[in-house]
Every structure is written in C-alpha cells, then in structure tokens.
C-alpha cells in the first residue's frame, strides 16, 4: 500500500479511525461467536464474516485468533473492574456496602449485555491464563479496599478471598444467564456481595 493510500481518508473518514472500527467490530464479534457458539467456532474466516469485514482485515490489528480472545478478555474485564471501584468509591463507607456495590455494578453490567457474561465465563483455553490475571488484578483491588474500610488483608488473603468468591461467582451467573438456576440479579448480587463481605471480615482471623 502507497503512503498516500495509507493516509488517504475515505468517506471522510481516516484510515485510523477505520482501523479502530474495524478492531471494535472484531471485538465484538468474537463475543458474539464465543457466546453463542462457543471457542470451537471461533475462526478468523467466521468472525471476520460476523463482524461484517474481509477476512484480511483481520490481520491488521491481531496476530490470530489468541490475541483476539484474549485482548477482548482484557479489555472487557478492566471495564468490569473499573466500573466496580467507581461504585465502590460512591457507596457508604461500610464493608458490606461497598460489596453489594461492586458485584452490583457487574451484575449490572452482564444483565444489559448478557453475551459479554457469556464471553466472560466461558472455557476457551486461552482465557484460562487471563482469568487467573483477572481474579490477581480483583485480589490486589480487594486488598486496597479492605484497608479502606478497617479489614486489613494481605496480598495472600485477598488471593484467596478473591478465588473463593469469583469461582461460586461464576457458577451463579452461569445458571443465571444459562437459565438453569432461579435465581434473579438482585439475589445474585446480594449472595455474592454476603458472601464477599462476610469472608473479608473473618479472613485476617483464618489466613496467617
């Protein structure tokens, strides 16, 4: 491609801005596929056709499939968790308050785009490594905001705490979006956020 093909705008539009919109749909995309059809129909070839684009478009912005799933992953979970703190930061000053604002934040989250929980919670292989750095990244956050409100956790506990509650986490938003469990979003908040707060509390007594 020339220089002046690289720099030309088309439709007024620059081809930055095209590229960026071209990688959102990919994003998208393999959310959709994933949600719905799992990790085994997740090609370049089929995401590229959902997301509306050529398949050699692809390469523009990912190396494979991999980095597509697992950039996705990245992105779509720092949103999560910055949406929590920022309720977090909001909600009164008070253990059990502070989870039921955060859980509630990603509940409500998944219950406007239940195909991003799907995305989120489902088994494709090259997530299991991103959602190990997901629940350290929730860890590291938990141990912030325990201190924050006199719980005091150390890197260790708040590991633990974190692994605990995002697993039973998990499940519950799975036979929630699955349909298999009766169970709405306000209950799901609420035993998350119990169960979150009520181990934070008694952890400094259980793990030394």
């Given at each position: 491609?020339?220089?002046?093909?690289?720099?030309?705008?088309?439709?007024?539009?620059?081809?930055a801005d095209r590229r960026a919109e071209r990688r959102k749909r990919?994003?998208?995309?393999?959310?959709?596929?994933?949600?719905?059809?799992?990790?085994?129909?997740?090609?370049?070839?089929?995401?590229?056709?959902?997301?509306?684009?050529?398949?050699?478009?692809?390469?523009?912005?990912?190396?494979?499939?991999?980095?597509?799933?697992?950039?996705?992953?990245?992105?779509?979970?720092?949103?999560?968790?910055?949406?929590?703190?920022?309720?977090?930061?909001?909600?009164?000053?008070?253990?059990?308050?502070?989870?039921?604002?955060?859980?509630?934040?990603?509940?409500?989250?998944?219950?406007?785009?239940?195909?991003?929980?799907?995305?989120?919670?489902?088994?494709?292989?090259?997530?299991?490594?991103?959602?190990?750095?997901?629940?350290?990244?929730?860890?590291?956050?938990?141990?912030?905001?325990?201190?924050?409100?006199?719980?005091?956790?150390?890197?260790?506990?708040?590991?633990?705490?974190?692994?605990?509650?995002?697993?039973?986490?998990?499940?519950?938003?799975?036979?929630?979006?699955?349909?298999?469990?009766?169970?709405?979003?306000?209950?799901?908040?609420?035993?998350?956020?119990?169960?979150?707060?009520?181990?934070?509390?008694?952890?400094?007594?259980?793990?030394?």
């Amino acid at each position: 491609m020339s220089e002046s093909e690289t720099h030309r705008a088309y439709r007024g539009v620059a081809p930055a801005d095209r590229r960026a919109e071209r990688r959102k749909r990919l994003a998208n995309a393999v959310i959709e596929v994933v949600a719905a059809e799992g990790w085994s129909a997740a090609t370049v070839r089929k995401v590229a056709a959902t997301a509306g684009i050529g398949p050699r478009f692809f390469y523009e912005s990912f190396t494979d499939m991999n980095d597509l799933v697992t950039t996705t992953y990245d992105e779509l979970g720092a949103e999560l968790l910055a949406g929590a703190v920022a309720a977090i930061a909001s909600a009164p000053d008070d253990l059990h308050e502070k989870a039921r604002a955060a859980v509630g934040a990603i509940v409500g989250a998944v219950e406007r785009n239940p195909q991003q929980g799907r995305f989120l919670i489902s088994d494709a292989p090259p997530l299991a490594e991103r959602k190990s750095a997901f629940i350290r990244a929730a860890a590291d956050e938990l141990a912030k905001q325990s201190d924050a409100v006199g719980t005091r956790l150390d890197a260790r506990q708040a590991e633990l705490c974190a692994v605990v509650v995002m697993a039973g986490a998990v499940e519950l938003v799975r036979g929630w979006l699955d349909g298999t469990l009766d169970i709405r979003p306000g209950e799901l908040t609420e035993i998350v956020a119990s169960t979150l707060s009520t181990l934070t509390a008694h952890m400094p007594g259980i793990g030394r």
